[in-house]
């Protein structure tokens, strides 16, 4: 079992910047590559980006690429989301999520993770 919690979550201005954290226990971080969804309201839930459970490989949804990084820290068992450019379409639910030994081809596919967070509102204002 693996207890995922994000932080960081608010509201910022168009253009702005936020930083989101999920912290996992329970089970071997290092196992896990980490994901990161979100769902806005009524939408589906759709991926953002994703790092391996090595930290060597990484990957992001087109909309979110050069604006987006996700990155790990083992020691901490964290994984972030920075988030530039923020713009009001990026408004949603962030949630992030724990996938065992997941090889990055699968990265982006949702129904392939085992653990999820509780999510964390991320609002972007215009």
């Known amino acids: 079992q693996v207890q995922l919690v994000e932080s960081g979550g608010g509201l910022v201005q168009a253009g702005g910047s936020l930083r989101l954290s999920c912290a996992a226990s329970g089970r071997p971080f290092s196992r896990y590559a980490m994901g990161w969804f979100r769902q806005a309201p009524g939408k589906e839930r759709e991926f953002v980006a994703a790092i391996a459970s090595s930290g060597s490989n990484t990957r992001y949804a087109d909309s979110m690429k050069g604006r987006f990084t996700v990155s790990r820290d083992d020691a901490k068992s964290t994984v972030y989301l920075q988030m530039n450019s923020l713009k009001p379409e990026d408004t949603a639910v962030y949630y992030c999520?724990?996938?065992?030994?997941?090889?990055?081809?699968?990265?982006?596919?949702?129904?392939?993770?085992?653990?999820w967070g509780q999510g964390t509102q991320v609002t972007v204002s215009s």
């Open positions: 999520a724990a996938g065992l030994y997941l090889s990055a081809q699968f990265m982006g596919v949702m129904s392939r993770y085992n653990y």
